[in-house]
């Protein structure tokens, strides 16, 4: 097992031959998650859920800047391990030319950042339209600690200069002032034109509150805070929006903060996160207290790809008999259309399906496609599913509703389905 306390000093000859040999398949982090190398992009399995990092069992991977470093260390070595030998090649002499004797964890991160973007810039990987959004998703994760975003450090930091200067990056530009904000944003209105209801700003008293989400139906086990359902229903567009603010259960500030929009109408479906859409951080508690949605990041921006998870006929992902299991015959959770359509610029988003082959489980609802992003199947080696890690708990807690669930592992005989399903999720890798 490999330990992330390093301390301050890291030799050079060190890394590079990490780098260059590759890494053993299994690392634990100081707060026993477990980073497992994924076998065909070397980068450590991991699981984006409303914000947060789970590792391979499932556990949050806290947001500490230790375990960022180490996350993203992990991520950066990974890639490294699956790159040409003439690209690590260019990168040892890069590194080489430009040594930093001393570093904190801060350094360390933002050194992991620069080097996982050099790689995927310059190395024709064959997950690549997964990795970058991924990478994307676990900056936006660093800036929690830091509450700064990752291009302003990476300009602003001195020891690190010279070897960003080798790699040659492209930041974004820097913001001199904050921008005006908008009172509607072009996503906002792309939703607008596909009759989406648009969410109020919070703290308007529109939204309801329904209850809290039950731990118990949660998927990922997390002590440290608590998700609340609130509503909110546009009596002039026919849909649905549910706000998910997750809150610390000592200071009861907001942490995590999704939203999810479906018409009635067209079956489109729209996404929010409380991630400032000019500068790509984590928003403060505060900020999201009175969240605005023209401030945050939509469905075009979030790197964290939501309908891995979210995908079916209808957005929402519902447990039966929990604060999600919202009445039909008082919010419109299902459409007038077949199948619904997320709306997002970003190519790995995507909702088609229905699967065939079933024959129990669509006596209820039909069940999506399992593949990884965009539920592409011909992803070749194929990408480890996030929705079959959801499906499984599923099967065990909640489904069918009505009786005992059918169970995983070792399903009742007449739930036939679950062991294609299983079949299926094994061929992705995500067993």
């Not at 913001?175 to 009759?195: F, G, L, N, W």
């Not at 939509?298 to 006929?313: A, F, Y």
């Not at 919010?331 to 088609?352: C, L, R």
């Amino acid at each position: 097992m490999l330990s992330h306390r390093l301390g301050r000093f890291v030799p050079m000859a060190a890394l590079l031959l990490a780098m260059t040999i590759g890494l053993r398949s299994i690392a634990t982090g100081q707060d026993n998650f477990v980073l497992k190398a994924s076998p065909s992009t070397g980068v450590p399995q991991l699981y984006l859920y409303h914000g947060m990092v789970l590792d391979k069992d499932l556990r949050e991977i806290p947001p500490t800047l230790d375990n960022i470093s180490f996350v993203l260390r992990r991520f950066s070595e990974g890639l490294a391990s699956r790159s040409s030998s003439d690209i690590n090649a260019r990168m040892n002499d890069m590194l080489r030319n430009a040594q930093v004797a001393e570093m904190d964890k801060s350094d360390e991160l933002l050194r992991s950042v620069a080097l996982a973007r050099w790689l995927l810039k310059n190395n024709d990987y064959p997950q690549k339209d997964s990795l970058v959004p991924l990478l994307g998703a676990l900056e936006v994760w660093a800036t929690i600690p830091t509450r700064e975003g990752i291009d302003d450090q990476l300009r602003n930091n001195i020891q690190l200069a010279p070897m960003l200067a080798a790699l040659d990056l492209e930041l974004e530009p820097e913001e001199a002032d904050a921008p005006d904000e908008p009172e509607t944003t072009d996503y906002m209105k792309e939703c607008m034109r596909e009759q989406v209801p648009i969410p109020p700003d919070w703290g308007d008293r529109r939204w309801v509150f329904r209850r809290h989400l039950d731990p118990n139906y949660s998927f990922v086990a997390d002590a440290n805070s608590i998700a609340e359902v609130w509503t909110y229903v546009d009596p002039n567009v026919p849909g649905l929006c549910v706000g998910l603010p997750r809150k610390d259960v000592k200071t009861k500030d907001i942490g995590l903060f999704g939203i999810i929009c479906q018409s009635k109408t067209t079956g489109k479906a729209c996404f929010w996160d409380n991630v400032d859409r000019f500068t790509h951080r984590r928003m403060l508690p505060e900020q999201s207290k009175r969240l605005k949605i023209a401030a945050v990041e939509g469905g075009s921006q979030i790197v964290e790809n939501c309908t891995n998870c979210h995908r079916g006929k209808n957005v929402f992902v519902i447990h039966p008999r929990t604060a999600l299991d919202l009445p039909e015959k008082e919010f419109a959770i299902d459409h007038d259309v077949e199948w619904y359509s997320p709306i997002s610029g970003q190519k790995t988003w995507g909702n088609p399906g229905p699967m065939q082959g079933l024959s129990s489980c669509k006596g209820c609802h039909p069940i999506p496609e399992l593949a990884a992003n965009n539920n592409d199947p011909s992803t070749d080696p194929p990408e480890a599913s996030p929705y079959c890690r959801i499906l499984e708990q599923v099967v065990n807690k909640t489904m069918p509703p009505g009786g005992a669930p059918a169970g995983w592992l070792n399903p009742q005989s007449h739930h036939r389905d679950v062991g294609l399903l299983r079949d299926k999720c094994k061929a992705l890798g995500s067993e």
